[in-house]
């Protein structure tokens, strides 16, 4: 179980009734995107959320600094597609600029990185989770419905060059769409220094049902990878960190598994997510959320959101809410892309 951040100030930090201490905030900052990915998004028209309902910059800041004064961490930049979000690097060097605040990462699928990464780095973002599922333009575009294999890679070498490392590669394995792209993927941390981490696939995605035949466990990733490379065990980044991470023979990265679905990880989970509309969720599968907007943009003060988030985080779950759904439930009130992974 994690242990109160030695900064946080614990008769104010946001703990909840197992003794969880939240350190790490996922903030949406757009429900849009550029990709379709097949277990994120329908290929359909979407309806996104009217412009009025994002929170402005100045708004984000704000929750991002009373979260900070109640021991939040680590910021990381989501969505939808991040970079899609006008002027991102302004609100990284807003955000960058919060005391207390350690780290801040962006998680991308790197379509738009090439010419954001500088500018990015320049505001304050240390960190970069990029989403690459294939390494062949056609198991690229079956799993994201789109083109850009070349822009990935593109934005990849530019952070590389910026010197933003490590770089974090998230890839999910559909069966049927990109199983064979395990092995390359792996086989990038042998040449350089990124962390490649295996996604297991979750029922949160738009469009069609859940099919749990479509989900690779990480067990069988690993064996796969194994019966060409050595795996060797080298835990847990921190206790927090939802990967399993094993070097690989000869590599310079390194590689981790992320099987929420198999062996959750729940027990030891420091997040909570904000949503581009404003509400903070305590977890993927919540289903209740907290409504933060209205009153940020009715007067209330910081005083009175700090008491909501302290609320919504005492509300979160033990876990196994996934477990409970049975991988049938389609009808979750938001999917992955209006919540931010
Ligand atoms: N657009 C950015 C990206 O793709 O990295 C940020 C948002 S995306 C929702 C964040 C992460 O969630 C990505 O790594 C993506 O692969 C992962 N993700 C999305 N839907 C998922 C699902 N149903 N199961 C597992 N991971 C998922
Ligand atoms: Fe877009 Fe990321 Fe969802 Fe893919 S996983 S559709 S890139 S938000």
Redesign the pocket.
């Given at each position: 179980m994690t242990q109160p951040a030695a900064t946080a100030d614990c008769s104010t930090a946001l703990v909840d009734r197992f003794g969880r201490v939240v350190r790490s905030l996922r903030l949406s900052v757009t429900d849009r995107?550029n990709?379709r990915?097949v277990?994120?998004m329908p290929e359909g028209p979407i309806r996104w959320f009217p412009k009025s309902r994002i929170l402005s910059f100045e708004e984000l800041a704000r929750l991002a600094s009373i979260l900070a004064g109640l021991g939040v961490r680590e910021l990381r930049l989501?969505?939808?597609?991040?970079l899609l979000r006008r002027d991102l690097p302004t609100l990284a060097g807003m955000l960058a600029g919060i005391d207390g605040i350690e780290e801040l990462a962006v998680?991308?699928?790197g379509l738009l990185l090439e010419d954001l990464a500088a500018p990015l780095v320049e505001a304050g973002v240390q960190r970069f989770?990029?989403?690459l599922?294939a390494l062949t333009a056609g198991a690229f575009r079956a799993a994201s419905r789109r083109d850009g294999l070349d822009r990935v890679l593109a934005g990849i070498a530019a952070v590389e060059q910026l010197g933003a490392t490590p770089i974090k590669l998230?890839a999910?394995i559909v069966r049927g769409i990109n199983e064979d792209a395990v092995l390359p993927l792996a086989e990038l941390a042998l040449r350089h220094n990124y962390h490649v981490r295996f996604?297991?696939?979750?029922?949160?995605?738009g469009g069609e049902p859940f099919e749990v035949e479509k989900l690779v466990p990480g067990r069988e990733i690993r064996a796969r990878i194994e019966s060409f490379h050595r795996l060797t065990p080298i835990g847990r980044e921190r206790p927090s960190s939802p990967a399993t991470v094993f070097r690989i023979d000869g590599g310079a990265g390194n590689i981790g598994f992320i099987n929420p679905v198999t062996e959750p990880f729940c027990g030891d989970c420091d997040r909570i997510r904000l949503t581009a509309d404003g509400k903070v969720r305590t977890c993927l599968f919540a289903r209740a959320e907290t409504d933060l907007a209205e009153p940020l943009r009715g007067g209330a003060p910081d005083g009175a959101i700090a008491d909501l988030l302290r609320a919504a985080v005492a509300g979160k779950e033990a876990g196994g809410c996934l477990e409970l759904q049975r991988f049938y439930d389609d009808r979750l009130p938001r999917k992955?892309?209006q919540i931010?992974?």
């Open positions: 995107c990709l990915c277990y994120c989501t969505g939808g597609e991040p998680t991308t699928n989770n990029i989403h599922d998230n999910v996604i297991e696939l979750m029922p949160l995605g992955m892309w931010g992974g």
